[in-house]
């Protein structure tokens, strides 16, 4: 959960139209109220929002997951649907996943907070949102239909019990061309730093020949775990039928050198507009449909320039750790 103050953000929040001059938070003349509520399925939180799952028999949300803001957030919905659908995901566009934006009633909102405190401690919507976005459902059952198997913080499998579904949540994290002099790429020190025991290099996934690799690993890590399931080649034919996604995001993760911004910051206004999108595009989250073989982009939630003494700290603690040989097993080939 995020820990921290209140903000008053919300107060004067406004919304950003697609060429980047402020406009007045969409309208919608539907209104999200008290009556959803037993219909609903609590999917988790994360650090800023909350997800529940609609499984009523109204049309308009039939097979759609609805996210609400959680108290601590930055950024506000308005702000975020508004990026989302605005041209500079464009490359990315065919692997979004659809929403729209609700006003959203407060006794609603109260409600689903203390529907959230029976799951998870702690838990505090931002009660002064007046909107809440709404996205396809890519789960086609009930999330207790699912056993669930968290390999690492990136790498979670989804298993319909029925074994109809299989679907890997996966964060593709700093992909990118490791500098000449880098032993270890940013993503494995971190996960070093952590103390995740699996962390299979994501750079294996920038060359088609080391995506074999990738997914051999994935299924091995899940036979050690006494899992009973074979992901390996559905896994495999999912990213290589996707493959324009990771050079696309490869591609996004490129534009700028970031090792170097980061460790030149020296205020919040030194976050360019360009920053806080590389750090948002290295913050995505795949939910992986092996069944289908698709893959969605989710939580592109912009990163707001707050975090920078974060963001610089974290640089600079790898940056000496970069070019040291500890055996983390990195790909280099992505530097030929």
């Known amino acids: 959960m995020v820990r921290g103050e209140q903000t008053d953000f919300m107060d004067g929040c406004v919304a950003l139209s697609e060429d980047g001059e402020t406009s007045s938070p969409p309208r919608n003349h539907m209104l999200l109220t008290l009556d959803v509520l037993h219909d609903l399925e609590f999917i988790g939180c994360g650090s800023a929002n909350a997800v529940f799952a609609y499984w009523g028999d109204r049309d308009d949300l039939k097979h ?24 500079k995901f464009d490359s990315l566009r065919s692997y979004l996943v659809a929403c729209s934006i609700l006003q959203v009633d407060p006794i609603l909102l109260q409600k689903l907070e203390d529907f959230g405190r029976k799951k998870v401690a702690n838990f505090n919507l931002n009660l002064e949102e007046k909107y809440v976005l709404l996205m ?14 968290r390999l690492s913080k990136y790498h979670t499998f989804f298993v319909e019990k029925g074994n ?21 790429c940013r ?43 074979s992901v390996k080649n559905d896994l495999r034919e999912t990213i290589q039928r996707n493959y324009n996604l990771f050079e696309t995001l490869y591609a996004l993760q490129n534009k700028l050198d970031v090792h170097k911004l980061l460790l030149n910051l020296k205020s919040e206004e030194d976050v360019t507009e360009e920053l806080k999108f590389e750090m948002t595009i290295r913050d995505v989250s795949l939910l992986m449909k092996l069944n289908d073989k698709k893959v969605f982009v989710i939580d592109l939630d912009e990163k707001p320039a707050t975090k920078w003494i974060r963001w610089k700290e974290h640089e600079a603690e790898f940056e000496d750790k970069y070019s040291e040989d500890l055996g983390l097993q990195c790909s280099f080939e992505a530097n030929n």
Not at 64 to 87: D, P, W
Not at 138 to 149: A, D, K, M, V
Not at 164 to 184: A, M, Q, R
């Open 187 to 229: 993503n494995c020190l971190n996960a070093m730093y952590k103390g995740q025991k699996f962390n299979p290099c994501h750079l294996k996934l920038l060359q088609k020949n080391g995506i074999d690799i990738w997914c051999n690993e994935v299924q091995q890590e899940l036979n050690r775990r006494g899992i009973n399931k």
């Open 164 to 184: 109809n579904e299989t679907i890997l949540e996966f964060k593709p994290k700093w992909l990118y061309t490791l500098p000449e002099n880098h032993k270890s």
């Open 136 to 149: 396809d459902n890519i789960f086609s059952y009930p999330l207790s239909r699912y056993n669930c198997y």
């Open 64 to 87: 759609k997951i609805i996210r609400v803001r959680l108290l601590h957030s930055e950024i506000c919905t308005t702000v975020i649907y508004n990026a989302l659908v605005s041209g």
